[in-house]
Antibody, heavy 118, light 113 residues
Framework: QVQLVQSGVEVKKPGASVKVSCKAS????????IHWVRQAPGHGLEWMGW????????YYAQKFQGRVTMTRDTSISTAYMDLKRLQSDDTAVYYC???????????WGQGTLVTVSS | DIVMTQSPDSLAVSLGERATINCKSS????????????LAWYQQKPGQPPKLLIY???TRESGVPDRFSGSGSGTDFTLTISGLQAEDVAVYYC?????????FGQGTRLEIK
């Protein structure tokens, strides 16, 4: 069965970076885009960008350009989201999601809580 | 960017009654080439990732109870829950996948009256 398993809780200080992983299993990793979506406490869903695992192509939301880097390692079917220069308002649960052929998200990771605090 | 606006922000409905959530996009999300509206509905319960309920505006995901239905076209869409159950308490989001950047509505919190 399709699974996306994310890395664990992170606590970071302002100005630091965080790298969240998303390990895929149960399907052909390079066949489906991986998107990243975050959710601040008590807030809605915010789309961050996507990566094409087949060729590494990326698209970032304008808000995160210059601060986010999405990569993948096809040998271990894992996608990564690296966010730099963290501030307190980056405190959120970060989700990876697999884009289905139609464009919607059937499969989601369990989420990774990133807390930014001095 | 396409702006997705949901209404209401919160909603309280009695058990067994109908809940209706609206979603409006700032531009049409209908692909005329295949006549499909590129809209999905998700349900999110506390501490869980979103769960796909509806895609193409009206196609129910496998395993989703048939009390959930989606309708609408172009820029105006509706999620209807007929015969509300206690387990339907959640936040519901619409999302357009017509173009990038992908955008979500702000969410509608559904509670039991």
């Amino acid at each position: 069965q399709v699974q996306l398993v994310q890395s664990g809780v992170e606590v970071k200080k302002p100005g630091a970076s965080v790298k969240v992983s998303c390990k895929a299993s149960g399907y052909n990793f390079i066949g489906y885009y991986i998107h990243w979506v975050r959710q601040a406490p008590g807030h809605g869903l915010e789309w961050m960008g996507w990566i094409n695992p087949n060729n590494g192509g990326i698209y970032y939301a304008q808000k995160f350009q210059g601060r986010v880097t999405m990569t993948r390692d096809t040998s271990i079917s894992t996608a990564y989201m690296d966010l730099k220069r963290l501030q307190s308002d980056d405190t959120a649960v970060y989700y990876c999601a697999r884009e289905d052929i139609g464009g919607y998200y059937h499969y989601w990771g369990q989420g990774t809580l990133v807390t930014v605090s001095s | 960017d396409i702006v997705m606006t949901q209404s209401p922000d919160s909603l309280a409905v009695s058990l067994g009654e109908r809940a209706t959530i609206n979603c409006k996009s700032s531009q049409s999300i209908l692909y005329t080439s295949n006549n499909k509206n590129n809209l999905a509905w998700y349900q999110q319960k506390p501490g869980q990732p979103p769960k796909l309920l509806i895609y193409w505006a009206s196609t129910r995901e496998s395993g989703v109870p048939d009390r959930f239905s989606g309708s609408g076209s172009g820029t105006d869409f509706t999620l209807t829950i007929s015969g509300l159950q206690a387990e339907d308490v959640a936040v519901y989001y619409c999302q357009q996948f017509y173009t990038t950047p992908r955008t979500f509505g702000q969410g509608t919190r559904l509670e039991i009256k």
